[in-house]
């Protein structure tokens, strides 16, 4: 167990939770961190915002990029109702619901083109 696994568990539930793979184009531990992420965030937060940024935030911790603009960023979505089309790259992107949230974690970078109509 690395050092972002221990402060996660670290963290004291105030409620339980229930998660649901939807979909999900990650590897394993990518996965498992995720969820790990995401329900940390839902039991501390009740802002939508707040728990979004949380997710989003803390997984740029445990797998930061190098910083070139090429390699992409994280985004996150959370929300009960609401639909989406995300570009994402190879392997980086999952769907979850813990709950009654739907969260959407994914990695993008720039479009290398410029979309004309």
């Not at 995720?34 to 997710?55: G, S």
């Not at 392997?91 to 993008?108: F, N, Y």
Request: charged share 25%; net charge negative; glycine share 4%.
């Amino acid at each position: 167990m690395d050092d972002g696994e221990n402060k996660e568990t670290e963290y004291k539930m105030q409620n339980e939770h229930t998660y649901k793979i939807i979909t999900s184009y990650m590897p394993e531990n990518f996965e498992q961190d995720a969820i790990n992420i995401c329900i940390v965030a839902v039991d501390k937060y009740k802002n939508l915002k707040d728990v979004a940024f949380y997710i989003k935030h803390q997984y740029d911790k445990k797998y930061p990029g190098s910083g070139k603009a090429a390699e992409g960023v994280y985004h996150c979505a959370v929300g009960k109702s609401f639909a989406s089309a995300v570009s994402h790259e190879t392997r980086q992107m999952i769907h979850l619901k813990i709950d009654t949230l739907h969260v959407i974690l994914w990695k993008s970078k720039e479009a290398p083109f410029q979309i004309t109509d």
